[in-house]
């Protein structure tokens, strides 16, 4: 096939960008190459995704043997679209068959190839908000974000690690002269080839369909690996535009599309776990429940595994010289997508003496109340909460919203806001549950996840006993993200020491535009990977280090 | 504690050395700082050796609660040394105290103080020879090599890759600054800080105590873990004496000796299997049977865990332009300390109908003949035969290699050698078998590991059958090494091919002074972790990149 993109055009277009991101992810500074605002766009996507409705998409898979689909919308509509379903007998070896070109191509051309796949993907960031809102139950605003440039960024970082660690090694031959005293030196050339492990299997979760989906993705294809990905079957749509792209970008670059394909499963078919024990699936990427990660991690033997799972996540309110700016800032966090992202917090530590701050001594139920309040304002206008809260993304959550009111005194009740655009939408604002630390029957409530627009406020004998409880929690429970507020430098080092020792990442004293809840590719790694909440990180070395091997080829020079 | 080696020292010692040893990585051109001539060292280690004979190793651990030690030489004489036998439950804590100041110290400062750890080892490089020698049965030039500057470039090479990972992101707090349109930016300072995961354990082999262990040790120790050594019950001195260094050195620096200590046990104890599963441990390096590799990899959930297992390595002979330089090579390549290393080839893959060579068409037959020549000229002489072979390292690898004679038609019989020096030693020059690949009944032979001094001479009945067979045997047996003999750019391309897709490490037309049993720090792989072999390189990026994790801090700036 007659390359349409040759490298050099890819050189010309993608080769600074990936020295920009190279540089980014060293000195973690703020970069992005893709625009935030849907201004920066052509147009607003909803005709693109409208003509997506009801329609088959045939991505032109080998060993296609059904149709299947059965999308509907959190904001309550039917997507109607089905996607080919998958005879595995078929599509994975014709999945490898393009690896030797893949692989002779080198670092620097699969990353310049993930980069225009990913570029194309940032022009189709407004439809594919659509698709992400639709899915996950995100309000289009988020879904643009997070959904759109936030996970190309996610995608960039991984293909930028990727491309740096397959350099490590010289891409010409070494030449290698070994001194032998009066002898001649023993002389070899050396080639070093990076080289893919298998198919790499992407599984998607419902919530963060493109930004936690696009690390593994990028990180596999871009050392080699072709990529089967197997979306959630109630988040397909984002992933397979995703795939369709890609599949159209390795053509056009003269390789095989089959590199990247799509497993879309039946209703209750569970083809995860099939897929997980294949011998030709060499490397997995998953976000979702503990139970199947942990499953994932003990049966998938043949693979290597990175799982992101569930955790609990704690704030530690010890004192604040900002009072209004902590309460803003966490009221923020607790609102955002309705509490649905894996890095909200849940738990929120407090003395039940109270605390010291710019306002005053706070006792622990003026600052619940307080924060109650602050969350009620927040949300006070239905058109805002409905921007900031998108829908509940299944009935799980509500039950689980419903359920939390009882486990102890409520100080914020779930209110339910009607979305006039999307009459169907289940859209809550928060619960806010105050709990006693010091009861051994509340520990069952706040040391488990509870997953949605749910927080506990729990009641401590003192800021030492909170950071106890922190340990406890990182380490039992796992924590994708750790907040304190202080104003103590005692305090803030006793936080830090837990954090470093239990591997959990930190925000201290947030009380502006950034939350707790929001990384930032390039700069923040989501996750450490080293509690049981996650067990690897994005992105850092160790995400894309073990997806290849280099093989070294040796010479009598 | 004063710290008797400032940073300040040990920067001015060992920064020059660091800088070439990451530069030596990324070129990977030949560099070492080891002298391998026993010239270069003070003196022949013979008096410190002896004098460690019939005494107590006390290493000044917490927590001993026997001593226990019963070595014997493969030269013949017990070597009488017993060592501390750990109670875990005081050991185990004790080891973690030290990991704060340990991680307090950065990775520039733990790199250096593992340079200066590797730098005494060096010192003592001469006693660490003789110890090597009598627990592994290497002859002395070879435990002095190998066991001594050749591990410690192994060691320092994983100090080099752990620092360079740990240093990917600012050590210095990182300012992020995100534009916001007409608002002010968005501020944070980020600190990013490389954590341990806790305690790792090196599991120690017999033939290459300090070779294979170096690379496990060093990386989990530099990326900020304490390490426990257990060294295997025959060849516990090498690494006794190099915990006993490390501690010292340790404590010179300021810091816990404990951060290193060693776990001797008694006959039969079975120490390995009770640490692999404790919730301290969570790094686990290992080198030795595939069964108990396998054991760790499904058992010791709670730990990273690297393996070398077995693996079966194959020759392709082709053809050659270098008739007699290929026989020579492969006749030291499997004579070398009698076959014992993992790294030996097992079977040469001959068509049946003969290789085209320099000096003419070669018949299978007549290149097996020639090559029992070739290993029988090598050791014909007893003295040379001694030096090159040294002892066998166990009585199983004597049964093993009394079997093979009868496994097929033997070409080169194996032949006792008498050590005037140490008339106990069990010392065999190696079988080679011929087998027909076309048998059935004889793959059992050729496709398992027959660790010694036994090789197999396959007739097979073309190269394509050869390429074939060895990309069955890579892909089911695994492989350390593979070799191959051709001038034919299209066998060269295939079997390149095979070692690609396989993940196999390969050496073309070696006729010279470099084995394909033989690879060098810093620029070779050793194993290449894609194949059953062994899960791990030494050393790559994945070996040192999650053995720590990276905690950020963030705050508002």
Redesign the interface.
């Known amino acids: 096939m007659a390359a349409q993109l040759s490298p050099q055009q890819l050189t010309e277009t993608h080769r600074t960008t990936l020295d920009q991101a190279l540089e980014a ?6 970069w992005s190459p893709h625009p935030e605002h849907p201004k920066a766009y052509e147009n607003d996507g909803k005709a693109a995704f409208d003509a997506l409705l009801g329609t088959r998409l045939d991505l032109d898979q080998p060993g296609t043997d059904d149709w299947t689909g059965a999308e509907v919308s959190p904001y309550g509509t039917e997507l109607g679209i089905s996607y080919p379903h998958p005879d595995l007998d078929v599509l994975l070896p014709a999945m490898k068959a393009g ?2 070109a893949w ?1 002779e191509a080198g670092p620097e051309l699969r990353a310049l190839v993930c980069l225009e796949i990913i570029s194309r993907i940032s022009a189709r960031t407004p439809e594919l908000a659509h698709a992400v809102m639709h899915t996950s139950g995100q309000a289009f605003m988020m879904a643009f974000q997070a959904g759109g440039p936030h996970a190309q960024d996610r995608g960039l970082e991984a293909v930028a690690y990727a491309y740096q ?1 397959q350099t ?3 891409s010409d031959a ?7 005293g009066k002898r001649d030196p ?1 002389e ?1 050339t ?1 080639n ?2 990076p ?1 893919a ?1 298998g198919i790499a299997l992407m599984i998607g979760c419902n919530t963060f369909p493109t930004w936690n989906g696009y690390p593994g993705l990028f990180a596999s294809l871009a050392t080699g690996n072709p990529v089967l990905v197997k979306p959630h079957p109630r988040a397909v749509l984002p992933l397979a535009l995703t795939v369709q792209i890609a599949r159209a970008v390795l053509a056009e670059a003269g390789f095989d599309p089959n590199l990247v394909a799509l497993a879309a499963e039946r209703p209750g078919e569970g083809i995860a776990k099939t897929l997980a024990v294949r011998p030709e699936i060499k490397i997995i990427d998953y976000t979702g429940s503990t139970a199947f990660g942990d499953w994932l ?2 049966n998938a ?1 043949q693979a290597q595994v990175y799982t992101e799972k569930a955790g609990v996540n704690t704030v530690v309110v010890d004192s604040t010289d900002d009072y209004k700016g902590m309460l803003s800032n966490l009221a923020f966090s607790l609102s955002l997508y309705s509490g649905q992202m894996c890095t909200t917090p849940q738990n929120l530590l407090i003395p039940r003496d109270g605390i010291s701050t710019d306002a005053g001594a706070k006792s622990y139920d003026e600052v619940v109340a307080d924060l109650a309040a602050s969350v009620g304002g927040l949300l006070g206008d239905d058109a805002r909460a409905n921007a900031i809260l998108g829908a509940l993304v299944n009935p799980d959550v509500k039950t689980r919203l419903e359920a939390a009111a009882g486990l102890g005194e409520v100080a914020l009740a779930s209110r339910e806001i009607a979305n006039p655009e999307f009459p169907d939408a289940v859209v809550r604002t928060p619960v806010i549950v105050k709990l006693d630390g010091a009861k051994p029957d509340a520990e069952a409530a706040y040391l488990s996840e509870c997953f949605g627009p749910v927080s506990f406020a729990v009641a401590v004998d003192s800021t030492a006993g909170a950071v106890e409880l922190l340990r406890r929690t990182v380490r039992d429970k796992g924590a994708m993200t750790v907040g304190a507020y202080t104003t103590s430098q005692e305090v803030e080092r006793a936080v ?2 837990v ?3 239990e ?12 939350y707790v809840n929001q990384t ?1 590719a390039f ?3 989501h996750g ?3 509690n049981p909440a996650a067990n690897a ?1 994005l992105c ?3 995400f894309v ?2 997806r290849f ?8 020079a």
């Open positions: 992810i060293r000195t973690r500074a703020y690896m030797g692989r660690e490590r090694t010289p070494a030449h290698w002269s070994k001194p032998q023993l070899l050396k070093f080839i080289t492990r991690e003990a033997r830090e020491d954090c470093l020792e591997s959990a990442q930190l925000s201290l004293n947030l009380t502006g535009g950034v930032a700069s923040d790694f450490s990977g080293g990180a850092d070395g160790a280090a073990n091997r280099v093989v070294e080829v040796r010479r009598q």
